[in-house]
């Protein structure tokens, strides 16, 4: 799970941390995309539905799932329900019982819809925002304990309403100088943010509760949010930063080592190099004991978390470096010309790279911004690369989805017909390595990378909609001598 799960973003992306596993809930699927069966079916419509329900979070996707994926990433499984604490008070169990059918019936409903309209979204995330107000009159939420509130938390964020009530409800609890105070400020903040603001998670750092609560949900949002600001943001918590090293070791508990990789990136920006380096160290030997030990499911956790932090991005060694290595095992443009046969032989042009795939809705929907950019630039000067990897999948949006596991020529003959579908006027390559790089450190897509002309990485971690900073990073390659 990653900080922006939560934010109703502006530039959506599609997440890919846990994997897709038989018998998840469609709410889990929604909000973590590698579940592509479902993402597939959107298509650029899936934008208007993540505007509409994004402000589901993960506790809700956690509870569903409970039996399939076990306690990881600063998660848990939910917990027994105890005692009701008045009459008439349901319990977390009954709670959650609610929650259920409730999503249950809005999935049945949302599957009705046919083509999701802008029109049909805003009048269905109206229905939602009702169904939700209903449900829970004449409950009071400032007397539920945290079990309870943590049971109803997901339908809180789905009416501006209720919305209201739980950040007055969290706003108070956030008073409290401890890790239940520590989560209650980062969930308030999380629900009036628009979108993630590194600065503001960086000085949550010094709050008195977070030490306790660092393994906890919101304590790995804010390490892997406040990890992307800026040097002056960072240097003053240097201290705490440096006090967590201990608590990073081989006994530690898994939801907190899935924090590593922002807390590494912490540690890199705000100490010295000899110190982050020590600590960087300590970090990485102490993933690879828990791996060595670890089966099933901890097992493949712990080996992409170890992949995360060593690659080029989490060693510090992206911006300025050569670009890391991209196995291009299929090149082509709509036409079926394959332009070039490495990244290598694009060296004295700039290159921007998009990560994506198919079944991202975010990803396609940005075509429209990338094609204007290929019209605005010569390819004489700047090629553009659309690089995703093998998906098992093709997610048409013309036609119906071709399944294609196991068969990548087919893999490969269905991408070039989506490319001719969508009018694709840049050049996709399929790469060994997967569309989520580690390297490049991409926990979402789309994500753009610009290469200088001595094919270095310039800037990352751009939202193909955002053409002005990706035009801005291009201008200023192609101005270098």
Request: hydrophobic share 45%; charged share 20%; glycine share 8%.
């Amino acid at each position: 799970m990653t900080h922006q799960d939560f934010f109703p973003n502006k530039r959506p992306f599609c997440r890919s941390t846990l994997g897709s596993e038989p018998g998840a809930s469609f709410w889990l699927h929604l909000h973590f995309s590698s579940a592509r069966s479902l993402f597939h079916s959107f298509g650029p419509e899936y934008l208007m539905f993540e505007s509409a329900l994004l402000p589901i979070v993960t506790s809700l996707a956690i509870s569903a799932a409970s039996a399939v994926l076990p306690a990881q990433e600063g998660t848990a499984t939910p917990p027994t329900a105890p005692a009701a604490q008045s009459t008439g008070t349901p319990s977390a169990a009954e709670l959650q019982e609610k929650v259920g059918a409730l999503f249950e019936m809005l999935q049945k409903e949302y599957e009705t819809l046919g083509e999701p309209t802008p029109e049909k979204m805003t009048a269905f995330q109206a229905r939602v925002a009702e169904k939700v107000d209903a449900m829970l009159v004449g409950l009071d939420l400032a007397s539920l304990d945290a079990e309870r509130l943590a049971a109803i938390e997901p339908v809180l964020r789905l009416s501006p309403a209720a919305t209201e009530r739980f950040v007055a409800v969290l706003n108070e609890r956030a008073k409290e100088p401890n890790a239940a105070g520590f989560r209650a400020t980062v969930q308030a903040k999380m629900l009036t943010m628009s979108a993630p603001d590194p600065v503001a998670f960086a000085a949550l750092l010094g709050h008195p509760g977070f030490a306790e609560a660092v393994a906890t949900e919101e304590g790995a949002a804010v390490l892997d949010s406040a990890s992307e600001a800026s040097a002056d943001a960072l240097k003053p918590h240097a201290a705490v930063l440096e006090s967590l090293a201990g608590k990073f070791n081989a006994g530690a508990p898994l939801s907190l080592m899935a924090a590593s990789g922002g807390y590494l990136r912490a540690c890199g920006v705000a100490l010295p190099k000899d110190k982050a380096t020590a600590i960087r160290t300590q970090v990485v030997a102490a993933l690879q004991t828990m791996e060595a030990k670890a089966t099933g499911r901890e097992k493949k956790i712990l080996e992409r978390l170890i992949k995360s932090v060593n690659g080029a991005a989490g060693r510090g060694e992206l911006i300025g470096f050569a670009c890391p290595t991209l196995t291009c095992e299929w090149v082509s443009r709509a036409d079926g010309s394959s332009p070039w046969k490495s990244i290598a032989d694009l060296k004295g042009k700039v290159v921007v790279l998009d990560f994506w795939a198919t079944w991202c809705g975010p990803c396609v929907g940005s075509f429209p911004q990338v094609a204007e950019m290929r019209k605005h630039y010569p390819e004489k000067d700047v090629e553009i690369v659309g690089i995703t990897s093998v998906q098992g999948m093709v997610a048409h949006q013309k036609r119906a989805r071709v399944e294609c596991e196991g068969d990548v020529a087919k893999e490969r003959a269905e991408t070039l017909e989506f490319m001719k579908d969508m009018g694709v006027t840049w050049t996709v390559a399929m790469t060994a390595e997967d569309v989520f790089n580690n390297d490049f450190g991409i926990r979402g897509i789309p994500f753009v990378a610009v290469l200088d002309k001595e094919g270095k990485v310039f800037k990352v971690g751009m939202h193909p909609s955002d053409e002005a900073a990706i035009r801005a990073a291009v201008d200023e390659c192609l101005a270098k001598k």
